[in-house]
């Protein structure tokens, strides 16, 4: 059974930054696309970015292209989010999935495409 765990969030103020982590189990982790995605309270949950299962491409909404990078350690099993120059808005639960296929060669950003999903972690950023 997939378990995704995310670690990491916490309050940091607007222009800092976090690392989020995100430890797998019970699945091929390397086979897999991940993504993480957010959550605000009373909002949809949305994406954020995603990383193929080689680690080579990655992928990012427009509102944190430029400011958050995703990597991934197929070694360690574990999928992060470095979030760099964090605003407000950013403020959420956010949350690790896997793409429902495996080595899927192509890119997603539609929530129901993904499995998995760990409990959150919450990020909150003050201004």
């Known amino acids: 059974q997939v378990q995704l765990v995310e670690s990491g969030g916490g309050l940091v103020q607007a222009g800092g930054s976090l690392r989020l982590s995100c430890a797998a189990s019970?699945?091929?982790?390397?086979?897999?696309?991940m993504g993480w995605f957010r959550q605000a309270p009373g909002k949809e949950r949305e994406f954020v970015a995603a990383?193929?299962?080689?680690?080579?491409?990655?992928y990012y909404a427009d509102s944190v292209k430029g400011r958050f990078t995703i990597s991934r350690d197929n070694a360690k099993t574990t999928a992060y989010l470095q979030m760099r120059n964090m605003r407000p808005e950013d403020t959420a639960v956010y949350y690790c999935?896997?793409?429902?296929?495996?080595?899927?060669?192509?890119?997603?950003?539609?929530?129901?495409?993904?499995?998995?999903w760990g409990q959150g972690t919450q990020v909150t950023v003050s201004s």
């Open positions: 999935a896997a793409d429902r296929t495996a080595r899927s060669s192509t890119y997603t950003s539609r929530a129901h495409d993904y499995a998995g």
């Open positions: 019970g699945l091929t982790f390397s086979a897999y696309n």
């Open positions: 990383i193929s299962w080689s680690g080579s491409s990655t």
